[in-house]
């Protein structure tokens, strides 16, 4: 799936400014990108995590179609998407569809 910024492109939505989404809600803080598959990736997700508020000012202010369907990745692991998700390496990946996360 690529790492960091190449796992980013291949999602639905790249997040251009993290600080800004957390304060703004603001579409101009997403670009759209490749959308290889739909979901938007969250590259380093445990970093993200380790300050909750963040993240979730971060989600709750997103376009609804981010807000819905996005992957948080954590740093040092990998996913491979076939006709399911298979997570490589010592993290975990969130996947986040309508308002379930399945953690693998």
Known sequence: ??????????????????????????????????????PTILPHFNRFNQIPFFLNNIINKSPKEIKENWIGIDENTAIIIENNYIKLGNGHATIHSGQKNNII
């Open 1 to 38: 799936m690529g790492s960091s910024a190449g796992a980013m492109i291949m999602g639905g939505y790249i997040l251009k400014r993290p600080l800004r989404a957390n304060l703004l809600k603001n579409n101009k803080n997403w670009q759209k990108a490749f959308k290889i598959i739909e």
